[in-house]
């Protein structure tokens, strides 16, 4: 989505870390190699309207500001995205009644391995 694309813009631009959860496969890997394995895995999406656009553009201008300091020329550039970018928002009509789809959530159970795998022996999956 453009509006979280330009928030995470304007925070690395600032010499922020973006705000990002970790990736379905990162959590995975770090969970196996603490000796657990993912009992279920399950992606969902849900639906999104105007108001959580606004907010996602409301933050990106936050982190705008502290682009100013450092390029001004490039702060407005910033601005003028976000400011189209809630233009397009309040005239996009799926927007306006929540219907438009925003997927790729994830939650996972962890559970320990079986004594037989922690002790070294393999199994084939």
Not at 85 to 98: F, I, N, P, V, Y
Not at 110 to 115: C, F, I, R, W
Request: glycine share 8%.
């Amino acid at each position: 989505m453009h509006a979280e694309r330009v928030r995470d813009a304007a925070m690395l631009l600032s010499h922020q870390r973006a705000y990002r959860e970790f990736p379905a496969w990162w959590v995975r890997a770090a969970l196996e190699r603490k000796g657990l394995e993912v009992a279920k895995f399950d992606v969902f999406s849900g639906k999104v309207g105007t108001d959580y656009v606004h907010k996602q553009l409301t933050w990106a201008k936050v982190e705008a500001t502290k682009v100013g300091a450092i390029a001004p020329e490039l702060y407005k550039g910033l601005l003028d995205h976000i400011a189209a970018l809630r233009k397009a928002a309040d005239a996009d009509e799926k927007l306006s009644t929540g219907g438009v789809r925003l997927g790729g959530s994830y939650c996972l159970a962890a559970k320990k391995l079986s004594n037989a795998l922690s002790n070294g022996t393999c199994a084939q999956r």
